[in-house]
T-cell receptor
Framework: SQQGEEDPQALSIQEGENATMNCSYKTSINNLQWYRQNSGRGLVHLILIRSNEREKHSGRLRVTLDTSKKSSSLLITASRAADTASYFC???????????FGKGITLSVRP | NAGVTQTPKFQVLKTGQSMTLQCAQDMNHEYMSWYRQDPGMGLRLIHY???????DQGEVPNGYNVSRSTTEDFPLRLLSAAPSQTSVYFC????????????FGPGTRLTVL
């Protein structure tokens, strides 16, 4: 069963705007990761945030983690048409070596 | 480095046929895994391996077998293909025994008639 659930399922914005995507999960986690998938391609790792971290940045990406609310958000600033893709959150929990993915968010950035 | 490679890219099978999806990585990664991706379902873990000689089941293991005789290779075997196994299959690897940053292959699109 999926641990993470992304919200919204689909997001359409204008180039230059910021895109915010959310992920909620059910059980305590070790870390949470965000991945991007362009149409017809494999997934690409974007960022990993550990359970003892609250915020991480990577270029135009900002990820926050609120363990009390069991949720994470991915912010893409100054979006570009090339950011059009599906975005997935994934979590690991306890001693479990399994990485569990959510169903994904489809982001469309209009030129 | 080639990263994670998968073969074939496309495959059509008839119900009941068997086949092996190949996955190889040249990054000396300990952790390797297989996922299937179906529309609206995200990625679901089939099997994973934390090192050569060690494999374990994921969320949807039925109908699939794996082995890990070398660090580099992690083949996925479909024993008797069923239409429900029509999907896109992704192999991934990461360093260390835990699934941290994973590197994904390009995928295999499988259709079972």
């Amino acid at each position: 069963s999926q641990q993470g659930e992304e919200d919204p399922q689909a997001l359409s914005i204008q180039e230059g705007e910021n895109a915010t995507m959310n992920c909620s999960y059910k059980t305590s986690i070790n870390n949470l990761q965000w991945y991007r998938q362009n149409s017809g391609r494999g997934l690409v790792h974007l960022i990993l945030i550990r359970s003892n971290e609250r915020e991480k940045h990577s270029g135009r990406l900002r990820v926050t983690l609120d363990t009390s609310k069991k949720s994470s958000s991915l912010l893409i600033t100054a979006s570009r048409a090339a950011d059009t893709a599906s975005y997935f959150c994934a979590t690991t929990s306890g001693a479990n070596s399994k990485l569990t993915f959510g169903k994904g968010i489809t982001l469309s950035v209009r030129p | 480095n080639a990263g994670v490679t998968q073969t074939p890219k496309f495959q059509v099978l008839k119900t009941g046929q068997s086949m092996t999806l190949q996955c190889a990585q040249d990054m000396n990664h300990e952790y390797m895994s297989w996922y299937r991706q179906d529309p609206g379902m995200g990625l679901r873990l089939i099997h994973y391996s934390v090192g050569a000689g060690i494999t374990d089941q994921g969320e949807v293991p039925n109908g699939y077998n794996v082995s890990r005789s070398t660090t580099e290779d992690f083949p996925l075997r479909l024993l008797s293909a069923a239409p429900s196994q029509t999907s896109v299959y992704f192999c991934a690897s990461s360093s260390g025994p835990l699934p941290n940053e994973q590197f994904f292959g390009p995928g295999t699109r499988l259709t079972v008639l």
